[in-house]
């Protein structure tokens, strides 16, 4: 429990940091991974899409991913730790 009550004190600025950095990774992960399976020259015919090169469609696919998993995990780490604000606002309603 010291561990979470420690996490709660980080800085906002941290906190978006962090998520930012391992969702860059996952992005990196889940771009491989998809593009391993599928050929982005054949989503042309699935998509209505003006012509993009193969590069650009990494690059498009990757910050897709980039911004689903950012998005993800900001709103799981907005819900989970409030600010101290909040927390101080909850430990006086407690006591009363």
Do not use: H
Not at 45 to 56: K, Q
Not at 84 to 92: G, L, R, S, V
């Amino acid at each position: 429990m010291e561990i979470i009550a420690r996490i709660g004190n980080t800085p906002l600025f941290y906190r978006v940091l962090s998520v930012m950095w391992l969702s860059f990774l996952m992005a990196g992960v889940a771009t491989g991974a998809f593009f391993s399976a599928i050929d982005p020259i054949e989503l042309k015919y699935c998509v209505d899409f003006p012509e993009v090169s193969r590069t650009a469609a990494y690059s498009i696919g990757f910050f897709l991913f980039w911004l689903l998993t950012a998005s993800s995990s900001l709103l799981s780490v907005f819900f989970l730790y409030p600010t101290k604000q909040k927390a101080n606002d909850e430990k006086t309603d407690d006591q009363a």
